[in-house]
């Protein structure tokens, strides 16, 4: 079974900086999709980003981009000139490509925490 | 918001009692989720579906049982509630957008079982 790790339960970053969040995977399959998920105090979840493993380009949306490290088994996502309404639980996410059911594991969350 | 609605959004109940969560959705989606939200866990995969009778267990499936007899609604039950369910609760379905499948949650259903 995959498994994934998030070993930052929380990171603070001043508005206007850059902070990154850290995740790592456990698989021994060489095609699947990672994912990182917002969840705001609002509770709702909300997809960020998503990256396939065959792809060796880094996704980006705006603000939000990966570091994947397909070798190193690493997901991180940075993000840049942070804002007040980035303050949320950030989950990691694994979705096995042979998986027809479409699956998610998750991580266990990181809370980011933005300062003025 | 992929049309996805959970109801209760908020129940407190006493242990050794039923609950039942449901989940609508109205996009004729075929796959739906329930997932538990526990801190330190992140979201567990309790039950999942394909479209109506046809259901497995995920990780957490223990206490849980499950029901789709329309492809709308995805019923989660806890037959006797323990202290342990106490949790969020996300429904969650797949839906291919530019053919790749990506899930997509309902607000949340917070239970305490007191």
């Known amino acids: 079974a995959q498994t994934v790790t998030q070993s930052q339960p929380e990171m603070s970053v001043q508005e206007a900086e850059t902070v990154t969040l850290s995740c790592t995977y456990d698989t021994s399959e060489s095609d699947y999709y990672l994912f990182w998920y917002k969840q705001p105090p609002s509770r709702q979840m909300i997809l960020v980003i998503r990256?396939?493993?065959?792809?060796?380009q880094n996704a980006t949306e705006n603000r939000f981009s990966v570091n994947f490290q397909k070798a190193a088994k690493s997901f991180s996502l940075k993000i840049s000139d942070s804002q007040l309404g980035d303050a949320a639980m950030y989950f990691c996410a694994y979705r096995s490509a042979t998986d027809s059911w479409g699956k998610l594991q998750f991580g266990a969350g990181t809370q980011v925490v933005v300062t003025p | 918001d992929a049309g996805i609605t959970q109801s209760p959004r908020h129940k407190v109940t006493e242990t050794g009692t039923p609950v039942t969560l449901r989940c609508h959705q109205t996009?004729?989606?075929?796959?739906m989720y329930w997932y538990r939200q526990d801190p330190g866990h992140g979201l567990r995969l309790i039950h999942y579906s394909y479209g109506v009778k046809d259901t497995d267990k995920g990780e957490v499936s223990d206490g849980y049982s499950v029901s789709r007899s329309k492809t709308e609604d995805f019923l989660l039950t806890l037959e006797s509630a323990t202290s342990s369910q106490t949790s969020v609760y996300f429904c969650?379905?797949?839906?291919?957008?530019?053919?790749?499948?990506?899930?997509?949650f309902g607000p949340g259903t917070r239970l305490t079982v007191l």
């Open positions: 990256q396939e493993a065959y792809k060796q």
């Open positions: 969650a379905i797949s839906e291919s957008i530019a053919g790749r499948n990506e899930q997509f």
């Open positions: 996009e004729n989606h075929r796959y």
